[in-house]
Structures are given as C-alpha cells and as structure tokens.
C-alpha cells in the first residue's frame, strides 16, 4: 500500500470513494460540489484543502482531506482532518492509520504537530482506530 497527494488522475477513482464516506454520514452534496472539493485539493494553495490517498496495486482504497489553518491560542497553524474514509473491502489494511499518520507527517514537516478531526457517535470501527492513533477530547459541538 502507498500513500500519496491526490493527482487530477484521480478524479473519477476519488469521487467514488467520497461518494462512499458520503453515504456513510447520510449525506448527499451536488455533482459541483464534488467537482469543486477536487479543484480545491490539487490548487496547491496553502488556505485550501490538501487531499491524500491510499493506492494497493494500482486501485484507490481510502483518502483523507486536511486542512491548515490557524489557532487563536498557538503560534503554529493546526490541521483539521475533515474527511478519512476506507472503502469496505479495504478495512482492517491499515489504510485508515497510514492516512492519519500520513497527515501527521505532513503537519510534523511544517512544525504543526496538533491534528484534529469530528466524528459521529456511531462511527464504532472509526473510533476504534481513533482511540489508538488520537485522543478524545471533552469537546462538543454546536453550529449554526
């Protein structure tokens, strides 16, 4: 297994997976919006979306999308790892934990070291790997 930086290759393999993680949070976003996520991931702007993916003999089997940004209590930027997803015949790999790790090295070579992420409550498989890579936190949250 390989973990590399989305490429505009990747398009059709990709909106596939997100399309699954999607479906997992019950969740459906227009075809512009997929479209725009992948523009958005390979800008190589700083202030957008960075996306990775996981490759096993030549196939895409999971992703994740990260994002720096600032903090109001740090000096160094933060990551929020907004989407990780591992398609069902590719659980149990790794995959999931070379991703976040993956992650972590990319905040790790720009001397960012905090790395966050939301999850449901019924996310079981998740958080178990969650638990093992990460550490709960006492925060809820509420939006508008």
Partial sequence: MKIRALAPKDRAAWGGLWKGYLDYYETELPAEMYDTAFKRMLSGSDHE???????????????????FHRHGWKVEPVIYLQDLYVSDAARGTGAGR??????????????????????????KNGRRLYDRVGSLTPFIKYQR
């Fill in 98 to 123: 070379a991703l976040i790790e993956a992650v972590y090295a990319a905040g790790d070579a720009v001397n960012c070291p905090t790395v966050y992420w939301l999850t449901q409550d019924f996310n």
């Fill in 49 to 67: 979306f960075h996306g990775l993916v996981a490759e096993k003999d030549g196939k895409l089997i999971g992703l994740t999308h990260y994002l």
